[in-house]
Each structure stands twice: as structure tokens, then as C-alpha cells.
T-cell receptor, first 113, second 109 residues
């Protein structure tokens, strides 16, 4: 087990409400990522972090924000959830910016009604 | 615009036969390619990779082939087993990992 956990595993929320997903790692890896998985699109990068307080946008960052105040935690916030944000969200970690790929968490299934 | 494309949404193969999953890419700057496997309710897990300086990499039953001129790679699974039934994602390194849409592989016993 790579020591990466996501919480919650499932969540149903109403349109317009804020939602925060948490990713926690025990590997002390520098890089952390948030992806969303949707049918026909595969995995798309939302935001990533290359260190504490260092974050940057991915290809589908609109409507999302992130924070990383500690090495082990990377939070993804939907400021005002919309139905288009219904998805499965995966956190990933990596030791280096490039290498043998990323290690993924088990995912959070978010439904916005 | 998808830079990594997996044009076959699904593939069904008989146990013991070869499974061939295909992936095309458009960005000539990609220099490292990976395949991930994903079971339901789990995160993707790394399967096999290949650098652009090679054209083949083998790991047990899994072999990845890279054709740089065609910007095409493929994953061969021989022999296929029912436990191989999963979603397979092709991914490529540009600045960060870019993933294809995935192919659902079903191996029938």
C-alpha cells in the first residue's frame, strides 16, 4: 500500500454548496495531483502541487481551488458545486516530477444534485 | 483536444488469447509512456512503461511497443486471463502525465 488515502469515499451534495475533498499521504512525496475521471475523457488534471504552498492549475481547473499547508495533505475545494462537477476524483502522488508515474488513491465519488 | 487517444472504448478477448490495446498521441514532445490498469472502485495502478529511446519493453505477460514515427503505442497481453479484465489507460509525459480515455478489457473464460 502506497500510503495515500482520500476522504470521503462517497459524497452527495447539493448544487451551490461548497465541498472539500481531502488527500492524505504518508510517503513524504513532494508532488501531489488531483484528477477527475469521466466517461470518454479518461483522467484529466485539475490542479497539482510541487511543494507546501506551491500549487498550479491543470487543464480543467475552473471552479476548483486547492491548498497544501502540509506535505502530507492536499485539499481540493469546489467553491460552489455544479452538476458538471459530478465525477470520480483521484488524488495522486509522486516523488519526482518525472519518473515511473504516479501512485493513485482509491478515489472519491462525488454526486452533485 | 485530446493529446492521447484510445480509440477503442472496449475490447473482448477469450481467455488464453492475446489482448492488444492501442494508443495514439499527437504531441511529439512526449518522451515517456505508461500504461495503467484500473479495477472498479480502485485507483489506477502502474502496469508498464516505455521510454521514447526504445521500441519495446516486456514484463512477464505484458509487452508495450512504441512506434514513434506513427506516434502509436500498443500493449500486448499474452496469454490473457480473466483477472486482466479492467480499464486500461495509456498515459504520456509532457510536463505532466496526460491520460487517454481508457479501454475496457473483458477477458472471457
Amino acid at each position: 500500500d502506497a500510503g495515500i488515502t482520500q476522504s470521503p469515499r462517497h459524497k452527495v451534495t447539493e448544487t451551490g454548496t461548497p465541498v472539500t475533498l481531502r488527500c492524505h499521504q504518508t510517503e513524504n512525496h513532494r508532488y501531489m495531483y488531483w484528477y477527475r475521471q469521466d466517461p470518454g475523457h479518461g483522467l484529466r488534471l485539475i490542479h497539482y502541487s510541487y511543494g507546501v504552498k506551491d500549487t498550479d492549475k491543470g487543464e480543467v481547473s475552473d471552479g476548483y481551488s486547492v491548498s497544501r499547508s502540509k506535505t502530507e495533505d492536499f485539499l481540493l475545494t469546489l467553491e460552489s458545486a455544479t452538476s458538471s462537477q459530478t465525477s470520480v476524483y483521484f488524488c495522486a502522488i509522486s516523488e519526482a516530477a518525472r519518473g515511473y508515474g504516479y501512485t493513485f488513491g482509491s478515489g472519491t465519488r462525488l454526486t452533485v444534485v | 483536444d485530446q493529446q492521447v487517444k484510445q480509440n477503442s472504448p472496449s475490447l473482448s478477448v477469450q481467455e488464453g488469447r492475446i489482448s492488444i490495446l492501442n494508443c495514439d498521441y499527437t504531441n511529439s514532445m512526449f518522451d515517456y509512456f505508461l500504461w495503467y490498469k484500473k479495477y472498479p472502485a480502485e485507483g489506477p495502478t502502474f502496469l508498464i512503461s516505455i521510454s521514447s529511446i526504445k521500441d519495446k519493453n516486456e514484463d512477464g505477460r505484458f509487452t508495450v511497443f512504441l512506434n514513434k514515427s506513427a506516434k502509436h503505442l500498443s500493449l500486448h497481453i499474452v496469454p490473457s486471463q480473466p483477472g486482466d479484465s479492467a480499464v486500461y489507460f495509456c498515459a504520456a509525459y509532457g510536463n505532466k502525465l496526460v491520460f487517454g480515455a481508457g479501454t475496457i478489457l473483458r477477458v472471457k473464460s
